[in-house]
Each structure stands twice: as C-alpha cells, then as structure tokens.
C-alpha cells in the first residue's frame, strides 16, 4: 500500500467518498492544549463549545458575520486547530510557534497551497506543496530530508503534483508521532469564533512614524462614523502613544466588544459579495468597509491584532 493512502482524504476533490475540503487549514502546535491553541488564534472566550461541522458551517451567514470558525483536538504532546474553509494559521504559524513549534497546512485548490515550520516564532521553512523546490524561510532546507522520506521529488527542475497534501501530512507526522484522520476532523469538537486581530501570539514590528500615522488614521475614521467616543479607544490610542509595547485588547472589554462589531462589518461588507441572500446599501459596504480599514490602523497602532 502507498504511504498515502489512508490519507486520501486530504487530497480527494468533490465528489470522492472521503472529501474534506477543497480549502482547508490544518495547523499544529506543540505543547498546547485545545482552549490554548484556540486562544492563540484569538478566540473569543464566549464563543468557545463542542461544534459539529453542521453547526460551524451555519454560522457562515450575513446575520452571524460570516465568522471565522476553528476547531482543535488534542493529538498527544500535539494540537492540531482545523480551519475548514479557513487559512489564518499559515499566517499565523510563526506567531503561533512563540515558544514551541507550529506547523501548519493550507490546502487552497483556487489560490496558492501553503506549508511552514515555524520555531520559537521564526518561520524555518515554507514551501507551496504542489511546487516544493521553491522554499523560502530561515532556513529552507531545513526539512529537505523528511520531505524525501516522504516522497517529494526535489531535483532541480522537478516538481511531483500527486498526492501533493498527503505528502505534506507524512512530513508533519515526522514532528508530531500523529495525525488527525478525516473521521477525527469530522466529528464534534471544541470550537470557536477566532479573530487574529486579538491573538495574544501576534506582536506587529512598526516604526513610531508607521504607529504615529495609524493613530491619526484611526481618529480621522472614528470621527467620519461618529466613533470617537467609543468606550477605551481614546485610552488605547493613548497607551500607545505613550510606549512601544503592545496594548493588548481583550475581546471581552468594553472596547473588545466595538472592535468585534466593527470586524463583523467588515466581514459582512466583504463576503456578502458572494452570497446572493445578503443584501446591503453602497452606503452600508462603505461604511464596513472603512470599519475593517479602521481596525487594521487600530492593530497598527497598538502593535498587536491585525494590522496592516
């Protein structure tokens, strides 16, 4: 039997007996439990509960704000998180590896496949699984070993396209002892709504000018919407005026609670696009729009969340 086989599923596309997803994430995280790991991701405490898939993917509405749902389970000294549909932990995993280590797979069959290796928050080694010549990171051929044990074709004009996912999975399996199976994924499991913008794992490198910049532009879009006197912004801008450090934000303060409100604009200005039952004024898109562009100049300013 090949290697692969019982990791079919990872690679099956619509239509098999075993299919996944045509896009999924699956990160792992050493040394973490599955609340933790969700936390890293910036979950929200509240939201935190044993989900089925069936129950994930109804949240996925313009009511809900199109949330960004992750499960985990805890595989020995290891925790996968499980994004379907999802891809923040490639992102994400040198972040995630603070500490420990992470590696983390995007499958994305209508975009770019992903796999890194992050230690100690340094990604060592990413590589496109469908292309895995072409590495980049700290060290690129850190795992070049593993990644011909498990069957990638590395010559120098030569690339292996089959079995591209399952492969990654074995190479995965070569760190962790242990991999999830489809049935694992596919039954009940902690689960949350994460937003990376309030992972605690995330420290954005600004300059004072980039943070400078970012405060005014939070100010000039909280006035344009009537959000100065937003609860705990004023104070935050201030804090980081005031120190290079982050400003953590939880998602449970007062201004957590704002910031959430606005991210769910965002979200629902954005994939409202795509799904015809949704229906939102020019001037609502806008206004989301400016939302999500206001909560990327907050995370800059803070030196945390997702910034951009």
């Avoid at 994004?83 to 209508?110: N, Q």
């Avoid at 795992?143 to 089959?162: H, I, K, S, T, Y």
Wanted: a negative charge.
């Amino acid at each position: 039997m090949n290697d692969t086989d019982d990791l079919a599923w990872a690679d099956a596309h619509p239509g098999a007996d075993d299919h996944l997803e045509e896009i999924y994430c699956l990160t792992f995280i050493k040394g973490v439990g599955t609340e933790e790991a969700l936390r890293r991701f910036g979950a929200f405490a509240d939201t935190i509960a044993v989900r089925t898939p069936q129950e994930i993917g109804s949240l996925d509405n313009f009511e809900d704000g199109y949330p960004t749902m992750a499960s985990a389970l805890g595989l020995g000294e290891w925790t996968v998180v499980f994004e379907p549909s999802g891809f923040e932990g490639v992102h994400l995993v040198a972040a995630l590896s603070c500490g420990t280590e992470a590696f983390s797979l995007l499958r994305h069959d209508y975009a770019n496949p992903v796999a890194g290796y992050a230690v100690d928050g340094v990604l060592i080694t990413g590589f496109d699984p469908l292309f895995p010549n072409h590495r980049y990171g700290a060290d690129p051929d850190r795992l070049l070993p593993q990644m011909r044990e498990v069957g990638f074709a590395l010559g120098e004009d030569d690339d292996r396209f089959d079995n591209a996912f399952s492969r990654s999975l074995r190479l995965v399996e070569r760190f962790t002892g242990a991999l999830p199976t489809l049935q694992q994924l596919t039954a009940p499991l902690v689960s949350a709504h994460v937003e990376p913008w309030f992972s605690d794992a995330v420290r954005l490198e600004v300059t004072e000018q980039q943070a400078a910049d970012a405060v005014a532009e939070v100010r000039r879009l909280a006035a344009k919407h009537g959000l100065t006197g937003t609860p705990g912004l004023a104070d935050a801008l201030a804090a980081a005026s005031e120190s290079t450090a982050p400003v953590r934000v939880s998602p449970e303060s007062e201004l957590g609670q704002h910031v959430r409100a606005w991210l769910a604009e965002s979200h629902r200005a954005s994939w409202s696009l795509n799904d015809h039952w949704a229906r939102m004024s020019e001037a609502e898109r806008y206004r989301g729009y400016d939302l999500g562009w206001l909560t990327k100049a907050l995370g800059t300013a803070l030196r945390t969340g997702n910034g951009g």
